[in-house]
């Protein structure tokens, strides 16, 4: 089964407000990324988080990773309307390949 | 300077056919990689090379086979395509001595198996 899944699936907000995604994942892991996916483009690498560290900024970005939960967010602040795309976790696991595992993704709507 | 390029970017065809997608990266990584996207955008890994030789190969149907001819460009070659392989591919390449650290991907290649 996969990796990771996003909670919500699908997220409305205006902009200037803050977006939270959720991941939540399986096994152990050696880090957890976040892409971002424009409508009809490929993934763009955001963020990546160690499975020793707990949180991690860039930009408008704040990540936190809770290996004892197998979680992680993904906060974006003052949301502006070109944040408007999908987001996916993908997870790097301890066991087997180093490949990337990607959850379904969070779609996030920002309105002017 | 694009630096994972795919081509074509849509292809249609119908069933039974046989097709190629290309991919090109010009970043001097030395891991790629073939993804698969469907409908519902759930991202599957479906094949990666280290300098051309094949690591992962994600339980793929042998109807389709890589070919990487130096460790710039990594094809997909799909042979007698079938309605459920509609999907967009994603080709993606990462830094080397990495592993599974940042992916950086192509636009994709949206194919549409009539």
């Known amino acids: 089964s996969q990796q990771g899944e996003e909670d919500p699936q699908a997220l409305s907000i205006q902009e200037g407000e803050n977006a939270t995604m959720n991941c939540s994942y399986k096994t152990s892991i050696n880090n957890l990324q976040w892409y971002r996916q424009n409508s009809g483009r490929g993934l763009v690498h955001l963020i990546l988080?160690?499975?020793?560290?707990r949180e991690k900024h860039s930009g408008r970005l704040r990540v936190t990773l809770d290996t004892s939960k197998k979680s992680s967010s993904l906060l974006i602040t003052a949301s502006r309307a070109a944040d408007t795309a999908s987001y996916f976790c993908?997870?790097?696991?301890?066991?087997?390949?180093?490949?990337?595992?990607f959850g379904k993704g969070t779609m996030l709507l920002v309105s002017p | 300077d694009t630096a994972v390029s795919q081509t074509p970017k849509y292809l249609v065809t119908q069933m039974g056919n046989d097709k190629s997608i290309k991919c090109e990266q010009n970043?001097?990584?030395?891991?790629m990689y073939w993804y698969k996207q469907d409908s519902k955008k759930f991202l599957k890994i479906m094949f990666s090379y280290n300098n051309k030789e094949l690591i992962i190969n994600e339980t793929v149907p042998n109807r389709f086979s890589p070919k990487s001819p130096d460790k710039a460009h990594l094809n997909l070659h799909i042979n007698s395509l079938e309605l459920g392989d509609s999907a967009v591919y994603f080709c993606?390449?990462?830094?080397?001595?990495?592993?599974?650290?940042?992916?950086?991907f192509g636009p994709g290649t949206r194919l549409t198996v009539l």
């Open positions: 993908a997870t790097d696991a301890v066991w087997g390949y180093s490949t990337l595992t």
């Open positions: 993606a390449s990462s830094p080397p001595g990495q592993g599974a650290d940042t992916q950086y």
């Open positions: 988080i160690r499975s020793n560290e």
């Open positions: 970043l001097g990584h030395d891991t």
